[in-house]
């Protein structure tokens, strides 16, 4: 057992794509942190879906990054779990993962935080531009 | 229009307000990478920390100036009567002394995730209150950013009323 974070990857643990994947499902922690993982990604969807139908391409944009982001975090995790099987046992690669995913998962956050503050411009504009404009046209 | 929060800081004292917000996640994001770099690799789960290591002095001296930056922000919401502001960022500050304690516990109680129950949970503490001052100081600028879209939106077609 490589014994050096939050999560212990099992010793019988082999280093291919099935035994990995199936790690996802065999420990209660893992599984819901993916599952997040998952639900924030996908929740991206929607926001672009709106954003397109109102013209907001910045929001779109910042929420593909955010997406792309989460992407390579997927990437990093299971390759986190791969070079901490016993027969592999590289902890310097194993630590750069998790790095790499701990690090992506805040720039998907903060593309995400941005792209609010687009939205905020947006609602603004349209709860007090247009009213004012009205008002102009009418005096 | 009533409902909204502009307060009475003026368009440029709102900018300025905001660049310090800017400012304050670009602290919040190296706060987080040098706690990641060294629970990743520094500690390792094995290892452990003291209060006079390298990258815990960078770390620290970022957590100084992040909670100045929000206690900043605090008080200009409290003074040019911007409530939700105020409260906000009130509620990081909060979160960021409570995260120095927790940072505190941790080291004065092992330094590394290892040495026992109680320097774990002061972990969990610092790194979950974390993100919660991170979420409020989060919605602080959303406030600004809304406050200073309505100061320039209503500004010039006052201007042209008149």
């Keep these: ?139 | 229009m009533e409902r909204e929060e502009i307060g009475n800081l003026g368009l440029r004292g709102l900018s300025l307000t905001l660049r310090l917000c800017y400012a304050n996640f670009l602290v919040y994001l190296l706060l987080y990478v040098t706690g990641m770099y060294i629970n990743i690799y520094v500690t390792s789960g094995v290892n452990t920390i003291g209060i006079s290591d390298i990258t815990n002095i960078v770390h620290m001296v970022l957590a100084i100036v992040n909670f100045a930056f929000t206690f900043v922000i605090m008080v200009v919401g409290f003074l040019y009567a911007m409530r939700k502001v105020a409260l906000f960022s009130l509620g990081a500050v909060a979160s960021l002394v409570i995260a120095t304690v927790g940072g505190m516990l941790f080291l004065s109680t092992g330094g590394g995730r290892q040495s026992g129950d109680i320097t774990l949970l002061g972990g969990w503490v610092m790194s979950f209150l974390f993100m919660l001052a991170l979420f409020l100081s989060y919605y602080a600028t959303l406030k600004i950013v809304r406050a200073i879209r309505i100061t320039e939106l209503v500004k010039p077609t006052e201007q042209r009323m008149t």
């Excluded at chain 1, 907001?56 to 792309?68: D, I, N, P, T, Y």
């Excluded at chain 1, 990093?76 to 027969?87: N, V």
């Design chain 1, 1 to 139: 057992m490589y014994d050096n974070y939050y999560y212990s990857v099992p010793s019988s643990v082999q280093a291919n794509f099935s035994n990995i994947f199936l790690q996802f499902f065999a420990a209660p922690d893992v599984f819901v942190h993916v599952a997040f993982a998952v639900l924030s990604t996908s929740m991206s969807i929607p926001v672009i879906v709106y954003a397109r139908r109102v013209g907001l391409s910045k929001v779109v944009l910042l929420h593909v990054g955010a997406m792309s982001s989460r992407l390579v975090g997927f990437v990093a995790g299971p390759l986190f779990i791969y070079f901490s099987t016993s027969s592999i046992n590289n902890a310097m690669s194993a630590s750069l993962s998790t790095f790499i995913m701990a690090s992506v998962f805040l720039v998907a956050v903060i593309l995400t935080f941005l792209s609010r503050i687009f939205i905020v411009r947006e609602d603004v504009r349209i709860k007090f531009a247009a009213p004012m404009q009205q008002s102009l046209v009418g005096r």
